[in-house]
T-cell receptor
Framework: AQKVTQAQTEISVVEKEDVTLDCVYE???????LFWYKQPPSGELVFLIR??????QNEISGRYSWNFQKSTSSFNFTITASQVVDSAVYFC????????????????FGQGTILTVHP | DTEVTQTPKHLVMGMTNKKSLKCEQH?????MYWYKQKAKKPPELMFV???????INESVPSRFSPECPNSSLLNLHLHALQPEDSALYLC????????????FGSGTRLTVV
């Protein structure tokens, strides 16, 4: 069975600090997708990034960056120069696929990390 | 249109009531999902529809009854709910392969009294 662990329950930083959210996953499958979602107080889950298991390239998008390391089964997320608007719950999630690369349609979420950025 | 729209945003219902949650998307996605999220917990999958057919039911009690009348619309019919069913109900959609991620709606906050 697959599992996603976000060991940091809550993180509190001051604006402009860099912050890294950790995500470790477990699966026996060789083909899978990893995701990060942001959930602000309004409740909507906002898609941030998707990464498939064969693409270990790190990615940067503005102040956001992701570090995927298959060797350690980790998919960490870093926010550079954090802002108050980054305050939210962040979820890492895993989706398995079949041999044809089609998702089974089930996202397994980590427990989430509550990020609070203080002005 | 890149949104998943859920109505109502808030719902309070008694344990003997019958109500429905509605979810709509016009992105051409052929997979739609219902998730349940309790406070301070991650979302948990309830149902998956692929091509308007139920493909996954995560052992959800029968007081929750999903329906997919067409490729753009997903309903969740509620009947005889319990107070512990109070939660945020999230709808999502995706391309069948899930290759481009899952788009979530903003949810319906349900309170059962």
């Amino acid at each position: 069975a697959q599992k996603v662990t976000q060991a940091q329950t809550e993180i509190s930083v001051v604006e402009k600090e860099d912050v890294t959210l950790d995500c470790v996953y477990e699966t026996r499958d060789t083909t899978y997708y990893l995701f990060w979602y942001k959930q602000p107080p309004s409740g909507e889950l906002v898609f941030l990034i998707r990464r498939n298991s064969f693409d270990e390239q790190n990615e940067i998008s503005g102040r956001y960056s992701w570090n995927f390391q298959k060797s350690t089964s980790s998919f960490n997320f870093t926010i550079t120069a954090s802002q108050v608007v980054d305050s939210a719950v962040y979820f890492c999630a895993l989706s398995l696929t079949n041999a044809g690369g089609t998702s089974y349609g089930k996202l397994t979420f980590g427990q989430g990390t509550i990020l609070t950025v203080h002005p | 249109d890149t949104e998943v729209t859920q109505t109502p945003k808030h719902l309070v219902m008694g344990m003997t009531n019958k109500k429905s949650l509605k979810c709509e998307q016009h992105m051409g996605h052929r997979a739609m999902y219902w998730y349940k999220q309790k406070a301070k917990k991650p979302p948990e999958l309830m149902f998956v529809y692929s091509y308007e057919k139920l493909s996954i039911n995560e052992s959800v009690p029968s007081r929750f009854s999903p329906e997919c009348p067409n490729s753009s619309l997903l309903n969740l019919h509620l009947h005889a709910l319990q107070p512990e069913d109070s939660a945020l109900y999230l709808c999502a959609s995706s391309q069948l392969a899930g290759l481009y991620g899952y788009t979530f709606g903003s949810g319906t906050r349900l309170t059962v009294v």
